[in-house]
Every structure is written in C-alpha cells, then in structure tokens.
C-alpha cells in the first residue's frame, strides 16, 4: 500500500510540474502588455558562456507598452539589441548608448489569432505530458499488481490517477482559457 500512495503523489508532483512548465511558456507568449518575462529565454555571450539578458541587465517596464533594458556593463548593449533582433519577439529595439528600449507595438487581429493558436498548442503538450504521466504511473500500478498487491487497491489507485489527471487537464483549460482571453483583449 506504500508503495501505491508513492506512485499516486510521485504522479501529482509531476502533473504539477507540468503545470509550472505551461505558465512558463505560456508568459513567454505576449498579450500586447510589455512584460519582463517576455525576454526569458534571451541570452547573450557574457565571457565565453550563453547567459540570460536577464543576469547581466536590470529590465523594467516604464509603461504597459515599453521595456527598457540597462545592462550592467555596456559593451554588452550591442550583444543585447542583436540578440532581440535575432529572436522571434519582433521588437525593434532602440539603444541610446545607455539603455535599450523595446516599444511594445499593439498586437493584430492575425498577430492575436496567431498567438491564440501557440496558446493551444502549448496546452496540448501540457494535457500530452500529464496523459502520459497516468500512463507511466499505472503501468507502475500493474507491476505491483504482478508482485501480489491488491486488486482493489490497484484499482482504487488507478481511479484516483484518473481523477487527478481529469483535474489537471481540466486546469490547463482554464490557464490557456485565461491567456486566451488576455491576448483577444485589446
């Protein structure tokens, strides 16, 4: 029975895991609001080694629809607006000799519709991780059930595996829902 509840909580850690990962990728994904998230991911060469813009610059938002990037060292400003433009943000930076500053244009009805369909597509991964998280966790079920534990309890546990992976599906809806509707707003 031990050995069950393990793999029922070892299986909800990783649904939850796989719930971080969506709000991860999902603040990567702009609503037309100038966020420091949006450079998550952004990295420069900083003495030798691909490091985050983020570590080697103060970023902050002024306004809703500008981003003002000040690096800790200037020389690394070149490195910073080359690494925009090379990404797929589509932000036009603009640097002063001091601070790069990101304007933040209104998203398009195709630009939001585009967005709105990357949304979803991160959402069916999260639902495919946690499906396949209930996969894994009652082939582990089965094997116990093949070294002697109960039927029933095996199968109790295994209703309770889908009952969570019911839940954590439906809370994925809801988050995608949630960006959805935050990137339609204008």
Do not use: W
């Not at 050995?3 to 719930?19: G, P, Q, V």
């Not at 030798?48 to 200037?74: H, L, Y």
């Not at 992976?165 to 809801?174: C, K």
Request: net charge negative; glycine share 4%.
């Amino acid at each position: 029975m031990e050995e069950i509840t393990f793999f029922l909580d070892e299986a909800k850690e990783s649904m939850e895991k796989a719930i971080k990962h969506l709000d991860h990728e999902l603040t990567k994904i702009r609503a037309g609001r100038a966020t420091p998230q949006m450079l998550d991911g952004l990295t420069v060469i900083y003495y030798g080694s691909p490091t985050q813009v983020s570590q080697v610059s103060s970023i902050n938002t002024p306004d809703a629809r500008t981003i003002a990037i000040k690096p800790f060292e200037k020389s690394l400003l070149q490195d910073i607006e080359k690494a925009i433009r090379n990404s797929d943000l589509g932000l036009n930076p603009q640097n002063n000799g001091e601070i790069i500053i990101l304007s933040v244009p209104s998203l398009t009805e195709e630009r939001r519709k585009e967005l709105s369909k990357k949304v979803r597509v991160e959402g069916e991964e999260a639902k495919i991780s946690i499906r396949n998280i209930r996969k894994n966790t009652n082939e582990e079920l089965r094997k116990l059930l093949k070294d002697g534990a109960s039927e029933d309890a095996v199968k109790m546990a295994e209703d309770k595996v889908q009952k969570t992976t019911d839940g954590f599906i439906l809370n994925v809806d809801q988050h995608c829902d949630k960006k959805e509707k935050e990137i339609m707003t204008i």
